[in-house]
T-cell receptor
Framework: GQQLNQSPQSMFIQEGEDVSMNCTSS?????WLWYKQEPGEGPVLLIA?????ELTSNGRLTAQFGITRKDSFLNISASIPSDVGIYFC????????????FGTGTRLKVLA | EPEVTQTPSHQVTQMGQEVILRCVPI?????FYWYRQILGQKVEFLVS????????KSEIFDDQFSVERPDGSNFTLKIRSTKLEDSAMYFC??????????????FGPGTRLTVL
């Protein structure tokens, strides 16, 4: 099946540092979304991207839909302890399906 | 802010028993989904539902699974005869799908299913 590869798998950073993570695939996507999941909870939408090249910000978060439509990145600036969690990318394939394919997740830990 | 809600938050059942997981999607949403997440793994699509019909399903969604919208607010996932490997978090999601390119799905908090 289609695969979304996320990197890095995990990150330990100091509070105040910037974070960058990305998602890549061999398939073309129509939509990219970034979700954050905290232990025992459901994914919470952070940013949705609908056009190739689109760059969107949500507070300290910035995400971009890659020009090739096969990748996306998420940046978090000036990280704070509450940024801790697992960040998932998700996408909808070009083929017209509406199901989301989720990435493997990036586990972020912020050291105060 | 409207939310997707799910009940129960945790369900423990014996292998072979039937379980029904319940979801209340966001009220003006028309498209409904179930996903599952086995502990420590990524979220996987199970099924999508629109206009009282299944729109799409994955290979995971076999004959043991069924979905229903029994009334105007609830959306349920039934597992007829649970197996140990059905233990997972089950997430309901809903969307309004303004256009084919803007289907933003909002997820509920999940039901943790434990099959003993």
């Amino acid at each position: 099946g289609q695969q979304l590869n996320q990197s890095p798998q995990s990150m330990f950073i100091q509070e105040g540092e910037d974070v960058s993570m990305n998602c890549t695939s061999s398939s073309i996507f129509n939509t990219w979304l970034w979700y954050k999941q905290e232990p025992g909870e459901g994914p919470v939408l952070l940013i949705a991207l609908y056009k190739a090249g689109e760059l969107t910000s949500n507070g300290r978060l910035t995400a971009q839909f890659g020009i090739t439509r096969k990748d996306s990145f998420l940046n978090i600036s000036a990280s704070i302890p509450s940024d801790v969690g697992i960040y998932f990318c998700a996408g909808q394939l070009e083929s017209g399906t509406y199901k989301y394919i989720f990435g493997t997740g990036t586990r972020l830990k912020v050291l105060a | 802010e409207p939310e997707v809600t799910q009940t129960p938050s945790h369900q423990v059942t014996q292998m072979g028993q039937e379980v029904i997981l319940r979801c209340v999607p966001i009220s003006n949403h028309l498209y409904f989904y179930w996903y599952r997440q086995i502990l420590g793994q990524k979220v996987e699509f199970l099924v999508s539902f629109y206009n009282n019909e299944i729109s799409e399903k994955s290979e995971i969604f076999d004959d043991q699974f069924s979905v229903e919208r029994p009334d105007g607010s609830n959306f349920t996932l039934k597992i007829r005869s649970t197996k140990l490997e059905d233990s997972a978090m089950y997430f309901c999601a809903s969307s309004v799908r303004d256009s084919p390119r803007t289907d933003t799905q909002y997820f509920g908090p999940g039901t943790r299913l434990t099959v003993l």
